[in-house]
C-alpha cells in the first residue's frame, strides 16, 4: 500500500492484527455486532449479493470469514485476501469449524497477488474505508484487472453525508487533529459523485445503493464508543423506518441516497 511514511504500513498490520487477536467480530463490525435487536445477527447473516454456485470469488479484505462462510454455504468457489495474518488464521478457524477448506491470500488490496481475469465475482465489504482515497482507487483498477469480461464486483463503503458518519467524522478529525491521537485505520467517507467518476472510466455499469437510515448511536471515541444513547425499545421501530427510507432512496427518491450510512456499489466489466 503506497505510504509516504514508511512505518505506516507495518501500523496499520499491527492494528488488524491485534484487533483479530482480542475481537475480530468487534473490529471488523464495529457497534453493529452489539445491536442485534437493530441488525439481526450480523455474525452470520446471508451475503448482502447474489452468490452463483460454482463461480470464481475472491474477497478483498475478508477478515475473521464472516462473509466467505455463507458464500461458501451457497457454492461459491471463493477465495479470502486479507493484509492481517492474525485475521486470516482467525478465518481458517471459523471456517474449519463449519467444515470448509478455504483458500486463504495474504495480500494488499492495491497489488492483487492474481492474474488478470481469473475471477468472475469480487466483493469487498468495508475496506476501502480505511485506505487513502488514491489507495482506494488502485483497489478498483485492481478489481477490475482480476475481473473477466462480463465479471461483476460488490463494493461497500460509508457514505459522507449521513449523520451518523458526519459526527463520526467530526470526532475523528478532533482526535487526530486537536488531541494527536494516532490513528492507522482512521475511516474515510465517500460521496456518491467521486465513486461514480472512479469507476466511470473502468467499467461497462456502475450501480450505487444506499442503505441504513439511523440516527447516530454513539459517540466516537475510544472511551465512548460502546455506549448506545438511543434506548433499546426503539431499535425496532427505527429498522422499520430505515427499511422504509430505504426502499424509497433505492427506488423513486434516488437523492435520498447521500444520507444512508453505506454504499454499495455494484459494477460490471
Ligand atoms: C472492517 S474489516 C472488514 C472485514 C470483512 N470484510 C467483513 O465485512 O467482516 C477490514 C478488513 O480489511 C483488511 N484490510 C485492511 N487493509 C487491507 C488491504 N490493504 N488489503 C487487504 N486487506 C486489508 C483488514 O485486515 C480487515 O480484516
Known amino acids: 500500500m503506497k505510504e509516504n511514511n514508511p512505518g505506516f504500513f507495518r501500523d496499520f498490520i499491527d492494528v488488524w492484527d491485534d484487533g483479530a487477536q482480542r475481537d475480530a467480530a468487534f473490529i471488523t463490525l464495529g457497534v453493529e455486532a452489539l445491536l442485534p435487536g437493530y441488525y439481526g445477527n450480523l455474525l452470520d447473516a446471508p451475503p448482502p449479493f447474489p452468490v452463483r454456485k460454482g463461480d470464481r470469488i475472491l474477497d478483498i479484505g475478508c477478515g475473521w470469514g464472516r462473509v466467505l462462510k455463507p458464500v461458501l454455504d451457497l457454492g461459491g468457489n471463493a477465495i479470502g485476501l486479507d493484509i492481517s495474518h492474525k485475521m486470516l488464521l482467525a478465518a481458517q478457524n471459523h471456517l474449519a469449524k463449519h467444515n470448509h477448506e478455504v483458500r486463504l491470500a495474504r495480500g494488499d488490496a492495491t497489488r492483487l497477488p492474481f492474474a488478470d481475469e481469473s475471477f468472475d465475482m469480487a466483493y469487498s465489504l468495508l475496506v476501502l474505508q480505511h485506505l487513502s482515497k488514491d489507495n482506494g482507487k488502485e483497489v478498483f483498477a485492481e478489481v477490475h484487472r482480476v475481473l473477466r469480461k462480463g465479471g461483476e464486483?460488490?463494493?461497500?463503503?460509508?457514505?459522507?453525508?449521513?449523520?451518523?458518519?458526519?459526527?463520526?467524522?467530526?470526532?475523528?478529525?478532533?482526535?487526530?487533529?486537536?488531541?494527536?491521537?494516532k490513528d492507522p485505520i482512521r475511516m474515510r467517507f465517500y460521496r456518491l459523485g467521486e465513486i461514480r467518476k472512479a469507476c466511470r472510466t473502468l467499467f461497462q455499469s456502475c450501480e450505487i445503493?444506499?442503505?441504513?437510515?439511523?440516527?447516530?448511536?454513539?459517540?466516537?471515541?475510544?472511551?465512548?464508543?460502546?455506549?448506545?444513547?438511543?434506548?433499546?425499545?426503539?431499535?425496532?421501530?427505527?429498522?422499520?423506518?430505515?427499511?422504509?427510507?430505504?426502499?424509497?432512496?433505492?427506488?423513486?427518491?434516488p437523492f435520498l441516497k447521500h444520507f444512508g450510512v453505506t454504499l454499495m456499489i455494484h459494477v460490471v466489466k
Open 153 to 181: 464486483a460488490y463494493i461497500r463503503v460509508p457514505s459522507r453525508f449521513a449523520p451518523e458518519n458526519l459526527l463520526f467524522a467530526f470526532l475523528q478529525f478532533v482526535s487526530i487533529h486537536i488531541f494527536r491521537v
Open 209 to 253: 445503493t444506499a442503505h441504513e437510515f439511523r440516527p447516530p448511536w454513539n459517540f466516537h471515541t475510544r472511551k465512548t464508543w460502546h455506549i448506545i444513547i438511543i434506548p433499546r425499545f426503539l431499535h425496532r421501530p427505527l429498522r422499520r423506518l430505515s427499511d422504509t427510507i430505504e426502499a424509497l432512496a433505492n427506488g423513486k427518491w
